[in-house]
């Protein structure tokens, strides 16, 4: 049953290492790290990406900076409150991690992902001051032990089009890339502080079908 359900949250990227691992928390005595890698675009610029990290997975007392780490895995979210308020915190969770050739970042795709989930809010569609079709779709996936993973997902043009269609409990499957923005939150008058948002920018969409389901507000 497990194997199954890790089908439907699917990441494989590759990047070079950019920070030193920092601890995040312990389960049952097997520690988690956050690191981050730098995932190149096409356009020659890119995503920085969080990646939890086994300890038992890769030696995590080494610096690996400026090293290629290969990685497969799932996109995960949690909420971490701060503020009075609940913010959605996304990271990829890895399942394997291996260090690789610059080569070999170069002749993969280092970049992909694809979710099998269900529309949790009304999906927002606007056009950009330029006119560009935008739509975002915020996925549920299910994890084992009755838990879920939230995904914000931006469709572009005709996917955009289509997902405005969407009802909340929506059964659909996505194809795309996991992106990094950066963008400025006030946090005072006259105070803005620098923030990263990550989510899944779709090259593929399609609907499975729609399901009634209840699922739990998200603000």
Known sequence: MLDKVFTNNQVTIAGEVVS????????YGEHFYIV????CR??????????????RLIDVTSDYRGCVLQVSGQFRSYNRHE???????LSVFAREAVLAS???EDEQNPNHIFLDGYVCKHPVYRKTPLGREIADVLLAVNRPYGKSDYIPCICWGRNARFADKFEVGSHI????????REYQKKIAEGQYEKRVAYEVSVSKLESVSYTHLTLPTIA
Request: glycine share 2%.
């Open 20 to 27: 030193e691992f920092t601890f995040s928390h312990e389960v």
């Open 36 to 39: 981050n890698i730098a995932v």
């Open 42 to 55: 096409l356009s020659n610029s890119y995503d920085v990406i969080p990646v939890m990290v086994s300890e």
């Open 83 to 89: 503020e009075n308020r609940n913010r959605l915190v």
């Open 102 to 104: 610059q080569e070999d």
């Open 173 to 180: 499957q996505i194809w795309g890339r996991i992106q990094s």
